[in-house]
């Protein structure tokens, strides 16, 4: 279909809106021509694979980047945002996908910083906390303001940048993932803190890859597709149907069960596993978990915000120590095993943290790629610039990486293909077990369905595959097996033919009725 020529004849009053904007990047061209407005006290929601131009418009509305050409126009006049202080200035803030929060500072810090409340020529650290108390009440979260950002887990890291946004007062809100790492029940509430943003004329932009999600809330969504907007339309006119044939030009799943080869030995076994949980918890994090794994076999683990996923992922990889319980891969107890000595034993892990745990920044995606497969082409105080070069052209062939080739910077790469970056740089080890922990985080459906693609192709070849997750559409693709968790420990265990009812009523979360 052709770009509309603008989203007019919705409801509210255009507030901003950009007109034939287009953004370069030397031969890329991120945006090509688009129309988008932003209507008072509406939500629009924008769909989009990764690499679509999503974030790139975003960026340009916030005042981040400069487009290449076309114009931005704010309450009917044109303006150029100089910066994205001149767009916060003008009312305009977002909540980046990537969080940007200083790790060593405080939240309350965090929520302040380049704006602080000056009163007699100093700091009024004592109001900065007030406020954000109140913020964390708004959120339902209990947060301490002086608590510092490391130590808090990714979800609440996730709600301080939200609270960050919210702080502003801002009239236009832009949310790139805001829920990618919230739990179903901060979820829940902060769509009820966005209705009150609405409700007081505050106009939303809203992105997500959870598309269930994002439709209960829209008031209309746009469809981004290689830069240009394919499509628009009112909420009562949309489906999910809608949203994938427009995002991706067809409506798949995310794959079945790999079939047809004979599941091998077992090659992981957990026997009663415990790992403590944070300081002053009631609960193990995870507790007394017992698991076989065999090779060829995907398996999901299932579980809320808290049920111990990614505590039971990071102590089989060595990250985290349990108090008790063993690990064994191929019947050889690992405990003594360092990270290193499990990666070259045939164990890895891809982290849920792709910006802080899976990738450097500072690297090229070839460097990231040969990262944990340096001893492969290193001898003494040499590498083979050749052998490297080799790894790194294979490994994006294989797991397909769109990249200008190893040499591009990996910020350049969009989303979803840094996720497949970290995948490849694990893969490039040749293990045994790979273990995913929500593998699928803020990657589209379409970067999703490729990554479980390539999981049971791997799986086919006898890898032992390992993957948890926090959506249920998730566990019903290529797991042979769904372990189910809460509160530390399994659950349930079912096969691929279990209903997504099921799956939700053994992790503890509520079924709700349609």
Not at 180 to 201: H, N, P, W, Y
Not at 293 to 308: D, F, H, Q, T
Not at 444 to 459: C, I, M, P, S, Y
């Amino acid at each position: 279909m052709s770009e509309p020529s603008s989203t007019s004849g919705v409801p509210g009053e255009v507030v901003l809106a950009a007109r034939n904007v287009a953004k370069s990047y030397g031969s890329v061209h991120a945006l090509k021509g688009v129309n988008f407005d932003i209507h008072r006290g509406q939500i629009t929601t924008l769909f989009g694979e990764n690499g679509a131009g999503k974030s790139t418009l975003m960026k340009i509305l916030s005042g981040v980047v400069q487009p290449t050409s076309g114009e931005i126009i704010l309450d009917g006049n044109p303006i150029t945002f100089n910066s994205s202080t001149h767009a916060r200035e003008c009312g305009i803030s977002i909540i980046h996908q990537e969080l940007s929060l200083a790790p060593n500072l405080s939240v309350r810090d965090n929520i302040f910083m380049g704006r602080e409340i000056i009163k007699g020529g100093v700091v009024d650290f004592a109001e900065e906390e007030r406020q954000t108390r109140i913020l964390m009440e708004e959120l339902e979260e209990e947060i301490d303001p002086l608590t510092k950002v490391e130590d808090l887990r990714l979800g609440q890291q996730q709600i301080v940048e939200i609270a960050r946004a919210l702080s502003v007062n801002s009239r236009i809100l832009i949310m790139d993932e805001p829920t990618s790492a919230l739990s179903a029940a901060e979820v829940e509430v902060l769509f009820k803190v966005i209705q009150d943003l609405t409700d007081r004329g505050v106009s939303i932009v809203y992105i997500s890859h959870h598309l269930e999600e994002a439709l209960q809330i829209t008031d209309h969504a746009v469809v981004l597709r290689d830069g240009i907007m394919t499509a628009y339309a009112q909420r009562k006119d949309i489906d999910l149907e809608w949203i994938v044939r427009n995002m991706v030009g067809d409506n798949f799943d995310l794959g079945s069960p790999p079939e047809g080869y004979e599941i091998g030995k077992p090659v992981l076994s957990i026997d009663h596993l415990t790992v403590p949980g944070p300081s002053g918890s009631a609960f193990n994090s995870v507790d007394r978990l017992s698991l076989e794994v065999r090779a060829g076999e995907v398996v999901c683990i299932y579980g809320l915000m808290g049920a111990g996923r990614t505590e039971l992922l990071e102590c089989v990889a060595g990250r985290l120590r349990p108090s008790s319980g063993t690990i064994r891969l191929e019947g050889q107890d690992i405990a003594h095993l360092s990270i290193a000595g499990r990666i070259a034993g045939g164990l890895v892990l891809v982290p849920e943290d792709r910006q802080r745990d899976g990738l450097v920044q500072t690297m090229t995606v070839g460097s990231n790629l040969s990262l944990a497969s340096i001893g492969a082409f290193t001898k003494g105080l040499f590498t083979s610039g050749r052998r490297e070069r080799e790894l790194v052209d294979a490994s994006i062939r294989k797991v397909r990486v769109k990249t200008d080739g190893g040499e591009a910077a990996i910020g350049s790469l969009s989303g979803g293909n840094q996720q497949k970056v970290v995948i490849g740089k694990m893969l490039a080890t040749d293990p045994k077990v790979i273990l995913l922990d929500e593998p699928s985080r803020g990657i589209d459906v379409g970067a999703k369905a490729e990554v479980f693609k390539l999981l049971a192709e791997r799986a086919r070849q006898g890898l032992a595959v390992v993957y948890s997750t926090s959506e249920v559409n998730e566990c019903l693709s290529i797991a042979h097996r769904i372990i189910v968790m809460h509160r530390g420990r399994i659950s349930a265990e079912f096969g691929a033919d279990v209903t997504k009812e099921k799956i939700m009523a053994a992790s503890g979360e509520a079924v709700v009725a349609h």
